[in-house]
Antibody, heavy 118, light 112 residues
């Protein structure tokens, strides 16, 4: 059974940092690109970052470029999102999702909540 | 960035009714490799999204065949032929032809 399990969320103050993790199982993690996608409360979905299967390329949404860093450790089947200089508008549920050969997200985690508030 | 405009924003249907959701793109989603990277997701209440359709019309494994996708270029449609109670939720189109990946604003399907 495919599983993606996010962790590391919580309540933090504006300007602080947080690192999210996503542990994968049930599929060959090292074969897939991986994404972080977020959803602000009562809002739609926003793609924020993509990393290739071998970490050779990384892409970011303008809204997080320069503040967030996506990385992965294929030996640990784990995807990361390091978030710095957090803002109130970063408050959202953060999902990890794979990126298959057809450009689609076919596996999603349950999500982890990040709340940025003073 | 590519803007995906979904209509209608909300949809109310009875069980067994057939419905369609439109997704229009601000630019063609035909990639230079010949593929069109337009997918459809369903997010049920309190759940993460799930993939329904990829490459415009290909049904994801395990998804009921009452779901179908069609379209080309800039105009795409998701059709549900005979809505069931479990189909309630928010439907999103998403494109990955052009960077950055972008989502439609969603269509909420309610069951009457």
């Amino acid at each position: 059974e495919v599983q993606l399990v996010e962790s590391g969320g919580g309540l933090v103050q504006p300007g602080s940092s947080l690192k999210l993790s996503c542990v994968a199982s049930g599929f060959t993690f090292s074969n897939y690109g991986m994404n972080w996608i977020r959803q602000a409360p009562k809002k739609g979905l926003e793609w924020i970052a993509l990393i290739y299967y071998d970490s050779s390329n990384k892409y970011y949404a303008d809204s997080v470029k320069g503040r967030f860093t996506i990385s992965r450790d294929n030996s640990k089947n784990t995807l990361y999102l390091e978030m710095n200089s957090l803002r109130s508008e970063d408050t959202a549920m953060y999902y990890c999702a794979n990126y298959n050969n057809y450009g689609a997200f076919d596996y999603w985690g349950q999500g982890v909540m990040v709340t940025v508030s003073s | 960035d590519v803007v995906l405009t979904q209509t209608p924003p909300t949809l109310s249907a009875t069980i067994g009714q057939s419905v369609s959701i439109s997704c229009r793109s601000s630019q063609s989603l035909l990639h230079s490799n010949g593929n069109t990277y337009l997918n459809w997701l369903l997010q049920r209440p309190g759940q993460p999204p799930q993939l329904l359709i990829y490459l415009v019309s290909r049904l994801e494994s395990g998804v009921p065949n009452r779901f179908s996708g069609s379209g080309s270029g800039t105009d795409f449609t998701l059709k549900i032929s005979g809505v069931e109670a479990e189909d309630l939720g928010v439907y999103y189109c998403v494109q990955s032809t052009h960077a950055p990946l972008t989502f439609g604003s969603g269509t909420k399907l309610e069951i009457k």
